[in-house]
């Protein structure tokens, strides 16, 4: 019986699946440990984003000064400004900060589940078009939920999202690791 591999080319990656096999065992065991603790896990996904608006708001004083005119020199240096005061904010109260994302988080889903339930209704004739609305009131329900326990949520709901996305990276990448291995 012939192997549906036979004639392929060896992925250079092959040899690497042991790496991959790694990351994601890394990646599971953060994973654990932020679900263990989701308000230490909230505020250091919080402490990453202040980190993220310091340095863009540094860019863009860097860039407010490579422009002409006093107009636009203006404007990237307010925006700098409001950059670094945000990513301030995120250090010196992150409980606070963590309550702006989450309803920001909140907002963001109900918009793209109703954008989604939009999209999918206009697909209708199209075979699988209840897949893209199902996902749309999956997502907006998901925002709704958040906004109504808000802001109380807001210890937990940011952590509770880095750590289910750290364990599902851990479990594909050591599934594609072992994937690649055979």
Same mark, same amino acid.
């Given at each position: 019986?012939?192997?549906? &591999?036979? %004639?392929?080319?060896?992925?250079?990656? *092959?040899?690497?699946?042991?790496?991959?096999?790694?990351? %994601?065992?890394?990646?599971?065991?953060?994973?654990?440990?932020?679900?263990?603790?989701?308000?230490? =896990?909230?505020?250091?996904?919080?402490? &990453?984003?202040?980190?993220?608006? !310091?340095?863009?708001?540094?860019?863009?004083?860097?860039?407010?000064?490579?422009? *002409?005119?006093?107009?636009?020199?203006?404007?990237?240096? !307010?925006?700098?400004?409001? &950059?670094?005061?945000?990513?301030?904010? =995120?250090? #010196?109260?992150?409980? !606070?900060?963590?309550?702006?994302?989450?309803? @920001?988080? =909140?907002?963001?889903?109900? #918009?793209?589940?109703?954008? *989604?339930?939009?999209?999918?209704?206009?697909?209708?004739?199209?075979?699988?078009?209840?897949?893209?609305?199902?996902?749309?009131?999956?997502?907006?329900?998901?925002? @709704?939920?958040? =906004?109504?326990?808000?802001?109380?949520?807001?210890?937990?709901?940011?952590?509770?999202?880095?750590?289910?996305? !750290?364990? #599902?990276?851990?479990?594909?990448?050591?599934?594609?690791?072992? %994937? #690649?291995?055979?």
């Amino acid at each position: 019986m012939a192997n549906i &591999y036979d %004639g392929m080319p060896e992925s250079p990656l *092959r040899s690497k699946w042991v790496w991959f096999v790694g990351l %994601g065992v890394l990646l599971l065991i953060c994973g654990l440990i932020a679900l263990s603790n989701l308000l230490m =896990a909230t505020v250091a996904s919080v402490f &990453y984003v202040g980190m993220l608006m !310091l340095a863009g708001g540094v860019i863009y004083l860097i860039h407010a000064f490579q422009v *002409r005119g006093w107009d636009h020199v203006l404007f990237w240096a !307010l925006s700098g400004v409001l &950059y670094v005061l945000a990513g301030i904010c =995120a250090f #010196i109260n992150p409980i !606070l900060t963590s309550a702006a994302l989450t309803l @920001f988080l =909140a907002i963001a889903l109900l #918009i793209a589940g109703v954008f *989604r339930v939009f999209v999918g209704r206009r697909m209708r004739p199209l075979k699988g078009w209840g897949w893209i609305v199902a996902s749309g009131v999956i997502t907006a329900l998901a925002g @709704f939920v958040i =906004a109504l326990g808000w802001p109380v949520n807001s210890l937990w709901i940011l952590g509770l999202f880095l750590a289910v996305d !750290l364990i #599902i990276q851990g479990w594909t990448m050591l599934a594609f690791g072992l %994937g #690649i291995r055979s």
